[in-house]
Structure formats: C-alpha cells, structure tokens
C-alpha cells in the first residue's frame, strides 16, 4: 500500500468513534472533515484533496458563494451523471445572480429566505425554488465536510412547498387499447415492456440483446439511455436501477394484446437488426 508522505495528512478515528479526515493546506493551517463511517470519511478527504490539486478554494477566507458553488459543480463532474450536473449549474446560476457576492462566511438564513423570496418574485414556481434550495443544501453540505463553515445555514430556512402531483397511470383496459393499437408498429415491443415492467424509458431504451434471458423470462437492467443537450444520446451506468442480479421478470402480455411473444429469433427482432444496419446503430 502506497504510503503518503508527511504532511498531507490522513483519516483517523476518533474517540468519540466518528471518523476525522485532516488535511494541510500551505498558508491556511488544517482542515479536518467528519463523517460517521471510514468510506465517507475518505471520500470527502479524497475530494478535498482533489479540489486543492486543482487550485479549488477549501478555505473559507473571503471565499464567496459564487466561487464556492463552482468549485462544488467542478468537483461534482467526476461523480454526477450529465443531466444532473446540467441541473445542478441551472440552479446555480438562480443562486449566484441573487446571492453571489456573498462571502459564504457571511451567509445566512435570511439572506437565503429572502432569495427564495426573489425568485418567486420573479415568476419561478414553487416547485422550482424547491429545488433550488435542495440544491443549495446539498452543496452547503459539502462545504462543511470541507471545513469551510461549521454549519448549513440552509437547514434552518423553509422552502416554498410546492402541490404534489398524483402519479396517473393507465387502466387495464386503456392499455389494452394501445397494445392492440400499435400491433405491427416498430414501437409494439416497447410500450408491451414499458406496460408491463414498471422499467422507466431510458432503462428500457438501453436494453441490449444480451440483458434479456428469453428461455427463463427475465431481463437485467445494467443500463440506461439518457439525452443530453447537444449531444446525441447515450448509454449510462444505471446506478440508481436494479442491480444486475435483481433481474426482472418478463410477464405474459395482457389479455386482448396478440398473443404472440417474442423470441430471440422472432419477426420483431429480425426488423430491429435491420433497421440498426440501415441507421448504422449497434
């Protein structure tokens, strides 16, 4: 095991059995990070250390909120998946046009009640600054496992609670009516899994040949389709999806669907081979 050398510090447990990750920073002294467990406890030392490789403030100083959330979204680039780094900066740029000058030393529960208060102003919805202000949490989260602030000001505040939507889904008999509607459609084999798997869209869409068991009726979901913006779409880890060994099973399709079910070698599958060899998709 590679041992580091003297002065950059380490992870220790404490007496109190929480674990300590204790960093030096040249001109500014130590920074110690807190965590429950050793894993995390490394993590956000690894981070820190990261973030001072790459010239990211982990002091507090007169460091502002503005500079501390793009270090925060820099940081994130190596552990979020695209569309959520995407959402995140969105949210960002909301916080720094109203509190970005702010020195984050300086930041308080009401100046960031009140920010809530502007953007509503400004005609965001509620559910909108609900998320602004979990993303804010979650960054001020990290600034205390940096060491940057000994609290977050924005666990003390109240965001605008926005009305919750009812999940609809459709009837047996409504789905029933779109599988015999779309019989010989392209689309048939898709909306049949999506009616009844529970799978969201991107899993379903990055579905490959070899995630689907057909003798044993079952598939595994290792991956998902994502968009992103300018980009073609493409595949990304499903870490939030079910785990290879959780495999799913494939259900019989509903009564009043055509009763035929698919087979590797099946009609459905020899069109999709030929459509992926005329748009040049594998």
């Not at 220790?12 to 300590?20: A, K, T, V």
């Not at 666990?155 to 008999?173: F, I, K, N, Q």
């Not at 590797?264 to 030929?274: D, E, K, L």
């Amino acid at each position: 095991m590679e041992r580091r050398q003297r002065g950059q510090g380490g992870v220790y447990q404490r007496r109190d059995g929480r674990w300590e990750g204790r960093i030096r920073i040249r001109g500014a002294g130590r920074r110690s990070f807190y965590a429950r467990t050793r894993r995390d406890a490394v993590r956000r030392f690894g981070e820190a250390r990261w973030a001072l490789g790459q010239g990211l403030g982990v002091t507090a100083g007169t460091t502002s909120l503005r500079v501390f959330l793009q270090s925060w979204l820099l940081v994130g680039r190596t552990r979020l998946r695209p569309i959520t780094l995407v959402t995140y900066a969105r949210d960002v740029r909301r916080l720094t046009d109203l509190l970005g000058d702010i020195p984050l030393r300086n930041l308080t529960p009401g100046l960031i009640q009140s920010a809530y208060a502007g953007l509503l102003e400004a005609g965001f919805s509620k559910r909108t600054v609900e998320q602004t202000h979990a993303v804010l949490h979650r960054a001020l989260d990290q600034a205390m496992h940096w060491g940057l602030t000994s609290r977050n000001p924005a666990a003390l505040v109240s965001p605008p609670r926005s009305a919750r939507r009812e999940m609809t889904a459709l009837s047996g008999d409504q789905l029933q009516r779109l599988l015999r509607s779309t019989t010989g459609s392209p689309w048939h084999p898709i909306w049949v899994l999506l009616g009844t798997s529970g799978l969201r869209l991107g899993e379903a869409l990055g579905l490959h040949w070899q995630d689907i068991d057909f003798a044993g009726r079952r598939l595994a979901v290792r991956c998902a389709l994502q968009r992103q913006r300018g980009k073609r779409a493409g595949p990304r880890s499903a870490e939030n999806a079910a785990e290879p060994s959780d495999n799913l099973p494939l259900r019989p399709r509903p009564c009043g669907a055509d009763g035929a079910t698919p087979t590797a070698g099946g009609s459905s599958t020899n069109r999709q081979v030929v459509d992926r060899e005329r748009t040049g998709v594998h």
